[in-house]
């Protein structure tokens, strides 16, 4: 997969112009890289910092398309949980727990440069959710 390629995979649904904002680069030089350009590290770690991306990811395809610490590991989880509140985590809770990480993930990966949250995608994210 080519920069380019990654580039769309991360505008998504998006326009162009919106994600040239969001990262405040022009929307020309956005086209351009969608067309083939390769970007400066320096532009292109503002790209990925800006679109909360990874920049491995955005700059090789390795990796994950988010940062690494959306990544996360329910037994550390719990281990902080258990810490923090002084009581085990309840086994019925933990889809409780499994859904906060997920909408706090999807608010963090989806935050606009403005401070915007897209509650309204979390919520749907959040009913797709069976167990």
């Not at 990654?6 to 998504?12: A, C, N, T």
């Not at 990796?63 to 989880?77: C, I, P, T």
Request: charged share 25%; hydrophobic share 40%; aromatic share 8%.
């Amino acid at each position: 997969m080519s920069f380019a390629e990654r580039l769309k995979e991360l505008i998504g649904q998006e326009s162009v112009s919106g994600f040239a904002r969001r990262v405040e680069l022009s929307e020309a030089l956005i086209r351009k890289y969608l067309k083939g350009s390769e970007p400066s590290l320096a532009k292109a770690n503002q790209i990925a910092m800006k679109a909360n991306c990874s920049l491995e990811w955005l700059a090789t395809g390795c990796g994950y398309l988010y940062r690494q610490a959306e990544v996360v590991d329910m037994s550390a989880y719990q281990l902080a949980y258990e810490t923090v509140v002084g009581n085990k985590l309840i086994e019925s809770d933990t889809l409780t727990h499994r859904k906060l990480i997920i909408a706090y993930q999807y608010l963090r990966a989806t935050k606009k440069s403005d401070g915007h949250l897209d509650a309204h995608g979390m919520k749907r994210l959040l009913a797709s959710i069976t167990n």
